[in-house]
C-alpha cells in the first residue's frame, strides 16, 4: 500500500506533466488547475507518507531487473522511505505544491517584472511537474544507481526551467548551470562505477565494504558532485546565475529542493555505513566553513534581492554540509542537525524568495537600491519577508535556529579545535548574515516610499495563500522535522 | 491548579489577547482594551502564582517537553526569585498597557495592528523567560522577547533614525544572546543538559578542570546579560531603542524588560557559578561595571535634551546601582555573608523600585508628548503643571524616588547599598570609595531630573490653547505607580520580605542570614550585628517630621510674614518682554556640566575595511577558470570545424593522408 503510494509521487507528476501537454490548447486556466492538482496530491500522499515513517523507521521495497550481472545486495530499483527520505520529501512536495500554486497567479500578463502571457506556459507546467516527479525520484531512491538516474534528471529539468524566459541571459545561465552541475554528476558516475565494479553493489552502505584507499576516492568524487549540486565553494558560481529563472523557480529548485540534492547526498552517503573517513569528512566540514564565510562576503554588494539569496542559499547549503560533515566525524546531534536545516532552510528560503518574486511583480524592479516603503502597500509581503529573514537567520522561535542550534551542538561535539572553532565562525556568520538581512529587510520595506512603492499592492489570490502557508510552515516545521530527524541513525 | 497550569493559562490568554487585538485592530480602542483584558487577566493568573510560591513554597518542577537530542526539556519551574521578577512584570505590563489605549490614538496612520499583538507576545516571552528552568528554552524565550521588542523599536518605521535604533538594537542584543548561547554550549558540553542544576554542576566541574574555560563562559553569559540591562559600553543601543518606542511599550522597557538582565546575571553567577574564588573575581567585575554605567550613564544624561532620552541614560545609570549592590554582594558573600546579604537584599530591591519610578517617568514623558507633541525639553512649553496636575505630582514623585529623597522607595534600597559599602570597608577599602562615587551620582541624578521638572512642569503657563490633563485611563497608571514608590519608602520591611525570600532561593546565596537577624522586625530597617545597631533607617517617623516641618514652613512662614498672596506679572524693570524671553531654558541648565564632561562617552568611528581586490578576483573562478576553459573547449572545437570546408577534393585528400597514416603506422608496428 505504502509502496504504491510512495510510488504514485513519483508517477502523479509525470502524469500530471503530459497532461499539461495535452490541455494546453485548451487554454492555461486548464493546464494550471491540473498541474496544482497533481501536485497536491502528490503532497497530500508525501505528507501521509511522512507521517507514516514516524515512529516506525525504514520502509523499503525493491525490485530486481536482470540487467546487470553480477549485482549482489538488494533490489535494482524500489522505493525506500526513512527519515532522511521523508525530511527531503517534505520539502520536495509540500513546497512544490506551494510553488506550483504560486506560479499559477505569478504567470501573468499584470506581472510588471516579467509579464507572461498564455504561451508557453504548459511548457512550464511540464517542466515543473517533470522536475518535482524527479526530485520525488531523488528522495525515494534505494540505491546510488537509481539516485543517479533522477539527480541526472533534476539537471535537464532545470536547465529548461532557468532558461525558461528564453532570453540571452537564462539561456546562458541555464547553460552554466547544466554544464557545472553534470560535470559534478561525472564524478558521482565515476564513483558508482568503482562501487559496482569493487562490491557489485549500488546500496548506500556499499562503500563500506572498500577498502582504504578505494574507500577515500569514493566518497571524495560523491562529495565533488555534491559540491557542484549544491552550489559549493568552488563551484558556487552557477547559482547567482541561475537567478534569471522565474522568481518562483528559483524559490523552488534554487533554494529548497534542487540544490538540497547535493547536500542530500552526501547525507546519504555518509549516514549509508557511517564508513565516511573522518579526514575526509573535516575536508568536507573545513570547505563547508570557507563557503559559508565566501558567501557571506558577496552579500555586502549584491543590489539584486535575488542574487543576495542566492548567496544566502550557498552558505545554508554550507551549514547543511557542515551538519553531514559532523556525522562523519562522529557527532550525531550535528547531523541530525544538519538534516533537520534541509527542511527548515528550504521553508525559510523559499518565503524569501516568493517574497522577492511578490516585489518585483508588484513592482517590476528587484533592486535593493531602488526599492523603498514597501510596507504600507504590501503589509503581508513586509510580514512574510521579515519571517523569512527571521526563520533563516536563525532566530528562535522560527524554523532555523533549531537546525541551527543543534548544528552548532553537534561542533561541540566534534574533537579537538575544529568543534569551537566551527562554533565561533558560525556565530560571527550568524549575527553578521542577520544584520545584513535585516537592514536590507528594512531598507525595501520601511522608510519613505518610493513612487513604485506607493502603487504597489500585495499580491493577487494564491501568491497571498503561499506567502501565508510559507510563513506558517516557517514557524511550524520544526515541530514535524525533529522527531523525524530523531530517528535518524538512533 | 498548579503553576505550570496557571502560567500555560497565562501565556495561553496572551497569545488569544494578541491573535483578537489583531482582529480588532481597525478600532484603535477596541483593540486596546482587549489587550489590558488579556494582560490583566493573565497577570491575576501570574499574583497567583507569585502569592502561593511566596507563601507556600515553590511547585515542583514540570516538564512541557522535551528534545532528548541535545539534553534540552521545557520545564518550568518558579522560585522566589522567578516570583518576585514575574510580579514585577505583570504589574508594570498591565499598567502600560493600560496607560497606551489612549495613548496609541495618537497613531492614527500607523494603526495599532503592529503594536498590541506584538506587545502581548512580548509578556509572554517575559513570562516564558522567567518561568523556565532549562537554559535552552531560557535562550528561547530570550529571544523572543528581543524579537517582539524590536518590532516595537521599530513601530514608526518609517523614520530612519527609528531604523536604525531598531537595527542597532537587534542586532547588539543578538550578539549578545548569541554569546550565551556559546556560554550554555560550552557548559553543555560538561554536562549533557541545559537545566540550571545541571549547568551549576558544569561549571564547578569547569573551575576545577579547566578555569580558563570556565572564566570565559562567565565573560560571555556577562557580556550578555550586561548587553541587555544596558551596561555601558554594551548598552549604547538602549538610549536610541527607548525614546524611538511608543510611550507605553517605552515604559514597559525601562520598566520591566531591563530588569530581566538582572534576573539573568542573578542566575548565571548565583545558581549557575557555585560559590567559589571566582564568585569574587567576577563580583568585582559586576560592581565595577556597574560603577562605570552609572557614573557615565548619569552624566550623559544630564545633558540630553530629548526627555526620554535623558530617562533612558537614567536607566542605565540605574542599572548600575543594581550591579554594583550585586557586586558587592558577590564579593562580600563568602567572607560576609551577612553584609553580602544586605547588598543583595538592596540590588535586587532596586530593581522593584527602578520598575515602579522609571516606568512611571517614562509614562509622565509620554503624557506630556501625547497632549504637547513635544519630547525636547527645549521646545516644551514649559509651566504644564498648572493644566496636568496630575501627571506633574506624579512626576514629581517619581523624580523625587529615582533621585534617593527620603522617605521615597529610592532612598531605602540605596540605603541598603550604601550601608553595605560602608559596612564593608573592612573588606576592601574600595567598597566605600564606590559607594561615595554613587551618593555623588544621586546628587546628579537629582539634578538631571530638575531639569525635566522644571523645563517641563514649572515656569510660567501658557494662556492660549492650554493643554488639558490627560485621561483617567492614562492618569490612573501614574498615579498606582507614585503612590507604591510612596508605599514602598513608607514600608520598605513588607516587599524587603519577598526578597529575601527570592536572595536565600540562590543556591550560592543560601547561607544568608534570616531577614530578622539582618534588618530588624519593625517597619524600619535596622543593621544590627552582635546587638550593635550600626545603622537605621525608620522611613515613618522621618517622613511625619519630614511633613510637619513642610506644613510649618508653607504655613508658618506665611503667617509669620503676614504677607497677602497676589497674582501679578513678574516684573521686568519695566520693559516690554514675553515671558519665554526671560524663562531660563532646560538647555541652560548644567552648561559647565556639559562642557566639562563632554567627551566622557566618546562616540568611535568605525568603517569597516574594504574587501581585498585580489581574494575577490580569486573567489570568482568564473573569470579565471570556468571561462577560460569554456572559451578553450570552444575554439578546439571551432578548430576542428574548420576542417569541414564542404569540398570533396579536400576529403579526399584527407582520407589519402589517412590512409597513407595507416599504412605507415602498420608498417613502422610490424617492423
Redesign the interface.
Known amino acids: 500500500m505504502l509502496t504504491a503510494a510512495l510510488a504514485m509521487v513519483i508517477v502523479l507528476p509525470v502524469l500530471g506533466a503530459v497532461s499539461t501537454r495535452f490541455l494546453a490548447p485548451r487554454g492555461v486556466r486548464g493546464t494550471a488547475v491540473a498541474a496544482s492538482l497533481a501536485a497536491a496530491l502528490m503532497a497530500c500522499w508525501a505528507v501521509w507518507a511522512g507521517w507514516a515513517t514516524l515512529g516506525v523507521g525504514n520502509r523499503a521495497a525493491l525490485f530486481d531487473m536482470a540487467w546487470l550481472p553480477g549485482t549482489s545486495g538488494s533490489g535494482l530499483f524500489g522505493v525506500l522511505l526513512d527519515p532522511l527520505a521523508a525530511v527531503l520529501l517534505l520539502v520536495v512536495t509540500v513546497i512544490g505544491f506551494l510553488t506550483v500554486l504560486y506560479s499559477t497567479s505569478y504567470l501573468r500578463e499584470g506581472n510588471r517584472d516579467h509579464a507572461v502571457g498564455p504561451e508557453g506556459q504548459a511548457r512550464y507546467y511540464f517542466w515543473l511537474l517533470a522536475f518535482m516527479a524527479s526530485m520525488a525520484g531523488v528522495a525515494l531512491a534505494p540505491n546510488f544507481l537509481q539516485l543517479f538516474v533522477f539527480w541526472e534528471l533534476t539537471t535537464v529539468c532545470s536547465w529548461a526551467l532557468i532558461s525558461y524566459y528564453r532570453s540571452e541571459k537564462s539561456l546562458r545561465a541555464g547553460f552554466k548551470a547544466l554544464?557545472?552541475t553534470h560535470s559534478g554528476g561525472i564524478f558521482f558516475l565515476l564513483a558508482i562505477l568503482i562501487l559496482f565494479a569493487k562490491t557489485g553493489s549500488f546500496d548506500f552502505d556499499a562503500p563500506s565494504r572498500l577498502d582504504g584507499s578505494l574507500r577515500f576516492w569514493v566518497y571524495g568524487f560523491l562529495m565533488v558532485a555534491a559540491w557542484a549540486k549544491a552550489a559549493q565553494l568552488?563551484f558556487h558560481?552557477w547559482l547567482p546565475d541561475a537567478m534569471e529563472a522565474p522568481t518562483p523557480i528559483s524559490a523552488y529548485l534554487h533554494a529548497a529542493s534542487m540544490v538540497k540534492a547535493g547536500v542530500f547526498l552526501m547525507a546519504r552517503a555518509v549516514s549509508g555505513g557511517w564508513a565516511m573517513p573522518p579526514e575526509l569528512g573535516a575536508l568536507l566540514a573545513v570547505m563547508a566553513l570557507v563557503t559559508v564565510l565566501?558567501a557571506l562576503?558577496?552579500y555586502?554588494?549584491q543590489d539584486d534581492l535575488k542574487r543576495l539569496l542566492a548567496y544566502s542559499t550557498i552558505a545554508h547549503l554550507g551549514y547543511v554540509l557542515l551538519g553531514v560533515a559532523m556525522g562523519a566525524m562522529g557527532s550525531?546531534?550535528g547531523f541530525?542537525g544538519g538534516v533537520l536545516h534541509i527542511l527548515c532552510h528550504g521553508f525559510g528560503k523559499a518565503t524569501l524568495f516568493m517574497c522577492a518574486g511578490a516585489v518585483a511583480y508588484a513592482t517590476g524592479t528587484r533592486s535593493i537600491s531602488a526599492l523603498s516603503?514597501l510596507?504600507k502597500t504590501m503589509p503581508l509581503t513586509a510580514a512574510a519577508f521579515f519571517v523569512g529573514v527571521?526563520a533563516v537567520t536563525g532566530?528562535?522561535?522560527f524554523s532555523c535556529?533549531w537546525s541551527k542550534?543543534?548544528i552548532?551542538?553537534g561542533a561541540?561535539?566534534v574533537p579537538g579545535p575544529l568543534g569551537p572553532t566551527i562554533?565561533?565562525l558560525l556565530?560571527a556568520e550568524?549575527?553578521v548574515a542577520?544584520?545584513w538581512m535585516?537592514?536590507v529587510g528594512?531598507k525595501v520595506?520601511?522608510?519613505?516610499p518610493t513612487e513604485a512603492a506607493l502603487m504597489a499592492k500585495d499580491p493577487p489570490g494564491t501568491m497571498k495563500w503561499t506567502l501565508v502557508a510559507l510563513m506558517a510552515g516557517s514557524l511550524l516545521v520544526p515541530l514535524v522535522g525533529?522527531p523525524l530527524v530523531?530517528m535518524i541513525g538512533g | 491548579m498548579t503553576t505550570v497550569v496557571l502560567l500555560e493559562l497565562a501565556v495561553l490568554l496572551l497569545v488569544a489577547g494578541a491573535v483578537v487585538s489583531l482582529a480588532l485592530a481597525r478600532s484603535l480602542r477596541a483593540a486596546g482594551w482587549t489587550a489590558v483584558a488579556a494582560v490583566g487577566a493573565s497577570g491575576l493568573l501570574v499574583w497567583i502564582v507569585v502569592v502561593r510560591t511566596l507563601s507556600s513554597g515553590p511547585d515542583p518542577e514540570a516538564t512541557l517537553a522535551s528534545i532528548p537530542s541535545i539534553g534540552a526539556a521545557l520545564t518550568v519551574h518558579v522560585d522566589a526569585l522567578s516570583a518576585v521578577f514575574l510580579a514585577t512584570v505583570a504589574t508594570i505590563a498591565f499598567l502600560c498597557t493600560l496607560f497606551s489605549v489612549e495613548y496609541m490614538t495618537r497613531f492614527t496612520a500607523d494603526g495599532v495592528a503592529k503594536y498590541y499583538p506584538v506587545l502581548q507576545l512580548l509578556i509572554a516571552g517575559i513570562v516564558g523567560v522567567v518561568a523556565t528552568s532549562d537554559f535552552f528554552f531560557f535562550l528561547v524565550f530570550w529571544e523572543v522577547m528581543t524579537l517582539t521588542s524590536f518590532f516595537l523599536v521599530i513601530y514608526e518605521g518609517g523614520s530612519p533614525v527609528c531604523q536604525k535604533a531598531g537595527l542597532k538594537y537587534f542586532v547588539v542584543n543578538q550578539g549578545a544572546a548569541l554569546a550565551m548561547l556559546a556560554a550554555g554550549l560550552i557548559l553543555w558540553r560538561v554536562s549533557g543538559s541545559f537545566h540550571f542544576g545541571a549547568l551549576r554542576d558544569a561549571l564547578g566541574q569547569l573551575l576545577e578542570t579547566r578555569p580558563a574555560v570556565a572564566h570565559l563562559a562567565l565573560l560571555l553569559l556577562f557580556l550578555g546579560f550586561a548587553t541587555k540591562a544596558g551596561i555601558l559600553p554594551m548598552g549604547s543601543w538602549l538610549p536610541d531603542a527607548y525614546p524611538a518606542a511608543p510611550g507605553g511599550a517605552a515604559a514597559f522597557f525601562g520598566g520591566a524588560m531591563t530588569k530581566l538582565g538582572v534576573y539573568g546575571l542573578l542566575r548565571a553567577f548565583l545558581v549557575f557559578l557555585p560559590l567559589s574564588g571566582a564568585t569574587v573575581v567576577w563580583g568585582w567585575v559586576i560592581a565595577a561595571a556597574g560603577l562605570g554605567s552609572l557614573f557615565v550613564g548619569t552624566l550623559m544624561a544630564l545633558k540630553q535634551d530629548d526627555v526620554k532620552r535623558l530617562m533612558s541614560f537614567h536607566a542605565i545609570g540605574q542599572m548600575g546601582y543594581m550591579f554594583l549592590a550585586i557586586g558587592f554582594g558577590m564579593v562580600l558573600l563568602a567572607t560576609d555573608p551577612f553584609l553580602a546579604a544586605l547588598g543583595l537584599l538592596g540590588g535586587i530591591f532596586h530593581v522593584l523600585n527602578n520598575a515602579l519610578y522609571k516606568s512611571g517617568l517614562f509614562l509622565t514623558a509620554a503624557a506630556v508628548e501625547y497632549r504637547t507633541g513635544e519630547r525636547s525639553l527645549a521646545a516644551l512649553p514649559g509651566g504644564l503643571g498648572a493644566y496636568m496636575a496630575v501627571t506633574a505630582g506624579c512626576a514629581v514623585v517619581a523624580s523625587l524616588a529615582i533621585a534617593g529623597v527620603p522617605p521615597l522607595n529610592g532612598f531605602s534600597s540605596k540605603w541598603l547599598i550604601y550601608a553595605t559599602g560602608i559596612l564593608g570597608a573592612k573588606e576592601s577599602t574600595l567598597l566605600p570609595v564606590a559607594t561615595l562615587a554613587a551618593m555623588f551620582i544621586s546628587l546628579v541624578t537629582l539634578a538631571s531630573f530638575l531639569k525635566y521638572l522644571g523645563g517641563t512642569f514649572l515656569g510660567v503657563p501658557r494662556k492660549n490653547d492650554p493643554p488639558r490633563e490627560v485621561s483617567v485611563s492614562m492618569q490612573l497608571p501614574q498615579i498606582v505607580l507614585a503612590l507604591a514608590c510612596l508605599a514602598f519608602g513608607l514600608f520598605p520591611a513588607v516587599p524587603l520580605g519577598f526578597v529575601h525570600q527570592a536572595v536565600a532561593s540562590l543556591p550560592s546565596a543560601s547561607g544568608v542570614p534570616a531577614l530578622g537577624a539582618l534588618l530588624g522586625d519593625g517597619s524600619g530597617l535596622g543593621v544590627a550585628r552582635a546587638g550593635v545597631e550600626m545603622a537605621i533607617w525608620a522611613p515613618l517617623p522621618v517622613a511625619a517630621v519630614l511633613v510637619l516641618l513642610g506644613l510649618f514652613c508653607y504655613r508658618g512662614i506665611q503667617r509669620a510674614g503676614d504677607a497677602p498672596i497676589r497674582e501679578v506679572q513678574v516684573w521686568t524693570c519695566g520693559e516690554e518682554v514675553r515671558p519665554e524671553e526671560y524663562r531660563y531654558p532646560p538647555g541652560s541648565f548644567y552648561r559647565p556640566f556639559k562642557e566639562a564632561f563632554s567627551g566622557i562617552y566618546p562616540k568611535a568611528a568605525w568603517r569597516p575595511p574594504p574587501f581585498p581586490v585580489p581574494l575577490r578576483r580569486i573567489l570568482d573562478p568564473d573569470a579565471w577558470l570556468y571561462l577560460p576553459l569554456v572559451r578553450g573547449v570552444e575554439r578546439a572545437a571551432r578548430g576542428v570545424s574548420r576542417t569541414h570546408v564542404g569540398v570533396p577534393q579536400v576529403y579526399l585528400l584527407w582520407m589519402v593522408v589517412g590512409v597513407v597514416a595507416v599504412v605507415a603506422i602498420l608498417l613502422l608496428a610490424g617492423s
Open positions: 554544464l557545472m568552488p558560481t565566501v562576503s558577496f555586502f554588494v550525531q546531534v541530525q516603503g510596507a527571521l532566530i528562535p522561535p535556529f542550534f543543534m552548532l551542538a561541540m561535539r562554533l565561533v556565530l550568524s549575527l542577520f544584520g535585516l537592514h528594512q520595506f520601511f522608510g519613505a525533529i530523531h
